[in-house]
């Protein structure tokens, strides 16, 4: 469908400004819910202002950046507007960073404020004096004690703060997300505001929902759904720091006057999520791959085998990004209601095509119908047609990133033209079919996708050599059943000496998130490497598989 249009004088296309003028019109409807803690769409609206007021008083303003350091709750949805209101940029943190990890990144992206939960205080007083640049630490209550007495408190703020008054924002502005990167080290994914808004409304086409040409006719498009009560009500099982939770789960609900619903839990509970579904009335649930999706078909399983079975009468879709979706469990799903199981296929720096799956559909896993405008690059730059032998990378064109924040080289990289189109290529490779879907068959490079992480071999090997008895390691990914995949080191120590596996572990845990740690450790006398120097991932990868069978 043709790119909606926009008439600049009935309405500014950045986030703050649509969400304004939803909270204007269904100012008593349910935009945020996590748990039981229910927040409408004025108090959204009031208390991002009021919020917005204590940021631009630190001085913040147009493009200043801001992390969120923050596990899923209506306070990221709230802090995340009101730094829109400001005109400023949101950093997406992830909340199981440690020390080094958390300086780069609030270093790299240039942030001058930063909001985090109070079990992270001890973590904030650690990092805060490595960075002068931040303005303001506001912290935000949930039961803990705070270690860190610097901070501004969330909740004083709400109370302290007048509304600000609403401005004029520039849609050119940048809306970046913070993604792992081919190289390892975090990296700012940028869009203009503007241009990403008419992405995710495109996508809201896309998947059946009633988004006019003319974006400027969007308010009577929600008038409309006042009538029937025809809002999406999103639960949002993954987490908010990534791209799939925050653009599926919270992105497209609120753009339509809807409804994002989380748990404030860190660890999936399938169970709390069916519940949220059926007392909240969800339609829409939001995943990644199997690592949630099994678990939330055994726990509908087992409520039907205990006699209390969950009321999920009212999904009508489950949408997953990212990772695998394989079609046995997709099948299970729809045993227990006839739905619309997505599985969308893309990265941060952008789509690249789409499975729909329902009763009348079977399902297949990693096999997807490529969006418009995306193309299969052969190695030797071929534009690869339908049934070619050749396998490529995957480009997409439409909605392509301006660039990686302070990465010109890497940016030039991923982000190039063919035949005078713009694309992006994250590093996907895949096999164009003779129908004109394609197989997905991964990252070109290494990257270990584990539970919808991304996990980098080179960052944990670095972490593992930091000990003195290893001499040399190699990680790689290996087939789990659980998480998808599962990290394995192969390690060899200095002199061969032995080390403790579990102490060694523990050890790495000071430099890398805990689910970056291997799970595993395979001794060797020698990691084998290329004549170079260069890593041998094959050998690594075909070492493991024996060791581990």
């Known amino acids: 469908w043709s790119k909606p249009r926009l008439k600049e004088k009935k309405m500014n296309l950045d986030f703050a400004s649509v969400w304004e ?23 959204y609206d009031d208390s991002a202002s009021k919020i917005a ?33 400001v005109g400023g940029i949101p950093i997406n943190v992830n909340y199981r960073y440690v020390e080094e990890e958390l300086i780069y990144l609030l270093e790299n992206s240039d942030a001058e404020a930063v909001f985090y939960h109070a079990c992270y205080s001890a973590r904030i007083k650690e990092i ?44 050119e502005t940048v809306y970046m997300l913070y993604t792992g990167g081919t190289t390892g080290m975090p990296k700012g994914v940028m869009y203009k505001q503007g241009e990403f808004l008419v992405y995710l409304f495109r996508t809201l086409k896309a998947m059946g929902y009633d988004v006019p040409e003319d974006l400027s006719d969007l308010k009577s498009r929600i008038e409309a759904s006042k009538s029937t009560n025809a809002f999406i009500r999103s639960v ?3 987490p908010l720091m990534h791209g799939t939770g925050m653009w599926l789960g919270a992105f497209l609900p609120l753009l339509l006057g809807g409804t994002a619903i989380t748990t404030s839990n860190l660890g999936f509970d399938p169970d709390q999520l069916w519940a949220q579904v059926q007392n909240k009335k969800a339609t829409n649930i939001v995943i990644v791959g199997d690592a949630f999706a099994k678990p939330m078909l055994d726990a509908l399983n087992r409520g039907v085998s205990d006699g209390n079975a969950y009321d999920i009468s009212s999904v009508q879709v489950i949408i997953s990004s990212g990772v695998m979706w394989s079609a046995e469990v997709k099948q299970g799903l729809l045993e227990h209601h006839d739905m619309k199981l997505m599985d969308t296929m893309g990265s941060t720096e952008g789509g690249m095509g789409a499975s729909v799956t329902t009763r009348d559909n079977p399902p297949a896993t990693a096999k997807f119908a490529l969006n418009p405008g995306v193309i299969v690059l052969a190695d030797d730059g071929e534009i690869l047609s339908p049934g070619s032998e050749k396998i490529g990378l995957i480009g997409t064109s439409g909605l392509v990133p301006v660039g990686y924040y302070k990465d010109e080289k890497k940016s030039a990289e991923t982000f190039r033209e063919v035949d005078g189109v713009r694309y992006s290529f994250p590093g996907d490779y895949a096999k164009l079919e003779v129908d004109g879907t394609i197989t997905l068959l991964g990252r070109g490079s290494n990257c270990i996708n584990s539970a919808g992480e991304k996990i980098y071999p080179e960052e944990v090997e670095e972490a593992l050599k930091k000990d003195a008895l290893v001499f040399d390691c190699l990680v790689v990914g ?7 995949q599962k990290i394995v080191a192969v390690v060899s120590t200095v002199d061969n000496q032995q080390i ?13 998130a805990g689910y970056k740690l291997p799970k595993t450790i ?16 094959k050998w690594a990868k075909t070492f493991a598989e024996e060791q581990l069978t």
Not at 26 to 42: F, M, Q, R, S, Y
Not at 63 to 75: C, F, I, V
Not at 525 to 537: F, I, L, S, T
């Open 21 to 43: 003028m939803v909270s204007d019109l269904v100012p008593e409807n349910d935009a945020l819910i996590c748990g039981e803690d229910i927040v409408t769409w004025k108090e």
């Open 53 to 85: 007021s204590a940021l631009s008083e630190a001085g913040l303003g147009a493009n200043s950046k801001a992390g969120l350091y923050l596990n899923n709750s209506n306070e990221y949805l709230i802090a995340q507007y009101a730094i829109f209101k």
């Open 128 to 171: 805060s004096g490595s960075l002068p640049n931040i303005k303001a630490w506001i912290e935000v209550s949930d039961g803990t004690e705070s270690k860190f007495d610097q901070s501004l408190k969330y909740e004083e703020l709400l109370n302290q703060y007048p509304s600000m008054k609403r401005i004029h924002r520039d849609p």
């Open 236 to 238: 949002v099982g993954c």
């Open 478 to 484: 290996m087939p789990d059943k659980k998480f998808g």
């Open 500 to 512: 403790n596996e579990s102490e060694l572990i523990e050890n790495t845990r000071k430099s890398i």
């Open 522 to 537: 395979l001794f060797t006398d020698e990691v084998q490497r290329a004549p170079n120097g260069k890593a041998n991932y």
